[in-house]
Each structure stands twice: as C-alpha cells, then as structure tokens.
C-alpha cells in the first residue's frame, strides 16, 4: 500500500510554487518506509529544486497527519494549520488557514469503503491561503497569503495513467478554485476510458464534476500539457487548457505498490484557462491564471522528454 499527504503553495505575483509531498509506501513483507519530497518551481530559472528524504521512522502525532523522521533532525511533519520540516538543503515552516469544507473527489462515500478504485484521493483543504518561509542554499522565499491546497491519497495500486489538476489565483475570480483527478485503470487486461472527479468552486458555490456517469469527457494530454471537457452537476460544461513553461516541470519515478513503476512529470506553476458553459449556453464565462495552476501527469512512458531526478519512491 501507500499513502500521501501533500500540499502545493503557490505565489499570487510571480512563476514560484512550493510542492511538499508525504509518503508512506509498504511492500509485502517489509517495514514501512516514509519519504519526504520538496519541489520549488521557478519558470524563471528553468527545471526546478528537487530532494527526496526517505527513513523507516514514521508516525501519526496526536495533532497532525503524517511526521516523517525525527524532531530536531532531517525529516517533516504535516498537519492541520501548520507544514514544518528539513529535506536536504530546503527546510520550511508554514502556516495555513481556509475556510473551505474536504473535498472527497470520489461521489459517494461508500466508494472509500470498497475495493475499486484501488486509489482513492480527498483534498482535506481544497483551497488555503500559506504564509511563512521556505529556505533553500542562498535564496529564501516568504510566502505571504499565498493560495494552494493540501490533499490526502492511498491504495494498493497506482492507476495506469492518471491527471491531477488544480487551479487557484484566477485573475477575475481570486476565490475560485479547480480540483479535479482523471484515470484510467487496467481491468482484465483492458484499459478502461479516462474517469473524472473533483469540483470546481465559484460564486461561493462548490460544482461536482465527473463521476462514473457522467458523458461528454475529452482527454488529449502529453508532458506539456493538456485539453480537458468535463461535465459537472446540473448540465455545466468546463473546458481546461493546461500549458506548462518550457523547462520548469519536475519528473520522478513512482514505485508500484505491487511491483513496476510509474514516470510523474509536475508543474505546479502552469498556466490554466477555463471555460464555463451553463445549461443552454447563457453566461459563458472564462477563467485565467498565468501560472496558478498544479497539473500533474502519471505514465509509464519514458519518451516524455522531462528529466527524472535520481530517486524513486522505493
């Protein structure tokens, strides 16, 4: 099995993000490990900081979700409110708040319950504001409200080949936010159709999108980026265009729980626009951030042209 905690800041004013990711991975017959990975993007300054931490000490602390290593030396923690932790040369201290309810992207709750999907995702902070300062060899960086998310994964089995997309600091709409997961899993042999499931939040207003159902999905992606149709509640149609920076996408190998792996290529400084179509086409409405957005690519590919940096999840 494996499990993750991860969170993404991102900077209202310029290309810089901050991608902190948790892990927990337990191959048969062995002790669990933890790992901590620390990306700081930068479209400014070509491929981005990466560093990976990984250590048998693991625990669940009374106020927080995951700790990896131990106190006092390298290693981090997560949980609600507040991100500590040291990954080689990076070592951060962040706050965050939100007034946003979990997302559970998968639409009925008993889905956690059961076998399939085999991965299953929430973002227990869809949407929050970060402040406090990340520090990497000669360059320190204050995040002072900067918008981003925290979310939580885990099964037994990676899917095939999967998106995670989300959006924050539109230019018309600083409240707005996307959130949604796109897979494709082997059954029998066969690769199933891409299923979405997520939301999108404006107006004050949470709109579900995808779901097993739901018609009209389109998917063309590559490490590049992305065009995306996906249908949401009551008829609302969302059209996504993800494209990434030249350069700035960071790329690492996922171990399989059951054996294999997976390439990832990250850019969580990407460019978004979405187009909201509501039932019968009155009050089309689109969205943009220049580098708002964190849009992620599972494969097992290696022609994607993306670095992979020297660690895997093993």
Do not use: C, M, Q
């Given at each position: 099995m494996y499990?993750?905690?991860?969170?993404?800041a991102v900077?209202?004013?310029?290309?810089?993000?901050?991608?902190?990711?948790?892990?927990?991975?337990?191959?048969?017959?062995?002790?669990?490990?933890?790992?901590v990975w620390c990306t700081v993007f930068d479209a400014r300054r070509g491929r981005p900081f990466m560093h990976k931490l990984t250590t048998d000490r693991l625990s669940a602390p009374a106020?927080?979700?995951i700790a990896v290593g131990e106190q006092g030396s390298q290693g981090a923690v997560l949980g609600p409110g507040r991100a500590a932790g040291s990954c080689g040369e990076a070592r951060w201290s962040l706050s965050f708040s939100s007034e946003e309810p979990e997302l559970l992207?998968?639409?009925r709750r008993w889905l956690y319950r059961a076998p399939l999907p085999r991965t299953k995702a929430t973002s227990p902070v869809p949407m929050a504001e970060f402040d406090g300062v990340l520090e990497l060899p000669g360059r320190r960086i204050e995040l002072r409200s900067w918008p981003g998310m925290?979310?939580?994964?885990?099964?037994?089995?990676?899917?095939?080949?999967?998106?995670?997309?989300h959006g924050v600091g539109f230019e018309d709409?600083?409240?707005?936010?996307?959130?949604?997961t796109l897979g494709r899993v082997r059954i029998a042999g066969r690769l199933t159709p891409w299923v979405a499931n997520g939301a999108l939040a404006i107006d004050g207003r949470r709109h579900r999108l995808g779901g097993l159902v739901a018609r009209g999905l389109r998917v063309r992606e590559s490490a590049g980026g992305c065009a995306l149709v996906l249908r949401g509640e009551s008829g609302l149609a969302v059209e996504a265009r993800v494209d990434v920076p030249r350069d700035a996408a960071a790329g690492w190998r996922y171990t399989d729980p059951g054996g294999g792996d997976h390439d990832v290529v990250n850019c969580s400084v990407s460019a978004l626009a979405l187009t909201l179509e509501p039932p019968g086409g009155d009050g089309r409405r689109t969205l943009r951030t220049a580098h708002g957005a964190a849009y992620e690519l599972g494969m097992r590919d290696r022609d994607h042209g993306v670095p992979i940096a020297p660690f895997s999840d093993g």
């Open positions: 499990e993750s905690f991860y969170l993404r900077s209202p004013t310029e290309p810089v993000g901050v991608w902190i990711r948790n892990t927990v991975h337990k191959d048969p017959g062995r002790r669990p490990r933890g790992s106020d927080a979700w992207h998968l639409p925290v979310g939580h994964n885990w099964g037994s089995e990676h899917a095939e080949r999967w998106i995670w997309l709409a600083p409240d707005a936010w996307l959130d949604v």
